[in-house]
């Protein structure tokens, strides 16, 4: 079964960038969608970036233009570049992964696989 590992959050000032990376211990060639997602204080964990495995991304609108997610599929790894950041980008960001087409790729419901999370923490 895939394991997936969150790396790189940090502090960073408002208007900065950060790349965050998912390593998965088996190969996420075998995912159908792989997914980041992120939780605020007192709030719900909300949909952040998806990809799919014929190469479809998609995005929340409150990061669309400035946040990416990739891929390398040699290193089994997937990566959301993170520019242009905000004060209420401040969030645990979490890897999700689905083995295949069923569900929505911006829904909770839609992985079935997680991380821990990594912080990310942007100061004003």
């Known amino acids: 079964q895939v394991q997936l590992v969150e790396s790189g959050g940090g502090l960073v000032q408002a208007g900065g960038s950060l790349r965050l990376s998912c390593a998965a211990s088996?190969?996420?060639?075998?995912?159908?969608?792989m997914g980041w997602f992120r939780q605020a204080p007192g709030k719900e964990r909300e949909f952040v970036a998806a990809?799919?495995?014929?190469?479809?991304?998609y995005y929340a609108d409150s990061v669309k233009g400035r946040f990416t997610i990739s891929r390398d599929t040699a290193k089994n790894t997937v990566y959301l570049q993170m520019n242009s950041l905000k004060p209420e980008d401040t969030a645990v960001y979490y890897c999700?992964?689905?083995?295949?087409?069923?569900?929505?790729?911006?829904?909770?419901?839609?992985?079935?696989?997680w991380g821990q999370g990594t912080q990310v923490t942007v100061s004003s």
């Open positions: 990809l799919i495995w014929s190469g479809s991304t």
């Open positions: 088996g190969r996420t060639s075998s995912m159908y969608r």
């Open positions: 999700a992964a689905h083995p295949n087409s069923l569900g929505n790729s911006w829904t909770l419901a839609g992985y079935t696989l």
